[in-house]
């Protein structure tokens, strides 16, 4: 059984940082592409970045590109989202998921595990 276990949100003012860590239990980790998303009170849930298997390749929504990296470290299951320069618009419950390829995708109708999410506000 896989389960997805995020950590590291918070409350940060605009203009900081926060590291988000998903760590994954099960053999396939390594082998599988990771994604990080996220739902805003009212709004619906949307891509923010995803990793391929073995971190070479990245991809990000447009809203955060050049202020998130998504890493992953495959000796330790776990997968991070660094994210700098945080603006109130950040604010959400962030997922992380493992797809079912290894590859990464921004379709969340391509990712079969989902973790329980942590909240991230960041204030003005």
């Known amino acids: 059984q896989v389960q997805l276990v995020e950590s590291g949100g918070g409350l940060v003012q605009a203009g900081g940082s926060l590291r988000l860590s998903c760590a994954a239990s099960g053999p396939t980790f390594s082998t599988k592409g990771m994604g990080w998303f996220r739902q805003a009170p009212g709004k619906e849930r949307e891509f923010v970045a995803a990793i391929n298997w073995s971190g070479a390749n990245t991809y990000y929504a447009d809203s955060v590109k050049g202020r998130f990296t998504i890493s992953r470290d495959n000796a330790k299951n776990t997968v991070y989202l660094q994210m700098n320069s945080l603006k109130p618009e950040d604010t959400a419950v962030y997922y992380c998921?493992?797809?079912?390829?290894?590859?990464?995708?921004?379709?969340?109708?391509?990712?079969?595990?989902w973790g329980q999410g942590t909240q991230v506000t960041v204030s003005s």
């Open positions: 998921a493992r797809g079912g390829r290894s590859y990464y995708t921004r379709n969340m109708n391509e990712y079969d595990y």
